[in-house]
């Protein structure tokens, strides 16, 4: 949207989402004239997150950690709030730059579901095997890097 400043006309054009091939847009939420606020364009907004990390060396040993918790909390106009949070870990292990293993989990909620099924837990996690790191690929020469990993992850409904 533009507002010619000389002659206050509004020119309105619905540009194509490339994305989604959507035209859709919310609309105009104000106008360029003395007034009062429109309620239903006010927009309230709190959200912070906190984050820990970890991360240490002993000898061959690699190990690193992460935790994260954020909560939104948000309304427009006269709208009831909407809610959000999210708690999330990972855990990360190698051994000589070799053998890797990671496990991660997010536990996510909104109010937007049934009371029921307002928060899930998503684990997930993976293992690696750097086979160029062996000793018995050292002495081909075409090969530099060669890594081998698997994953896998899963939903699980809290009730």
């Known amino acids: 949207m533009w507002v010619d400043p000389v002659s206050g006309v509004i020119y309105y054009k619905n540009e194509v989402d490339g ?3 959507l035209d859709f847009s919310d609309g105009i939420d104000w106008v360029n004239k003395a007034g009062n606020v429109d309620p ?3 927009y309230r907004k709190l959200y912070y997150q906190l984050q820990l990390n970890y991360g240490r060396q002993f000898g061959k040993h690699d190990v690193g950690a992460m935790a994260l918790f954020s909560r939104e909390k ?3 106009g006269n709208e009831f709030y909407h809610f959000r949070e999210d708690w999330a870990f990972r855990a990360t292990y ?3 730059q070799r053998y890797f293993a990671e496990v991660n989990g997010a536990y996510n909620g909104s109010e937007k579901f049934g009371p029921n099924n307002r928060f899930a837990f998503f684990p997930s996690f993976s293992l690696g095997w750097m086979i160029s790191e062996e000793k018995f690929m050292k002495g081909l020469k075409f090969l530099d890097m060669l890594k081998l990993r698997g994953s896998g992850d899963a939903l699980v409904m809290i009730t």
């Open 19 to 21: 994305g989604t091939q």
């Open 40 to 42: 239903k364009s006010t």
């Open 74 to 76: 948000y309304a427009k």
């Open 94 to 96: 190698n051994y000589a």
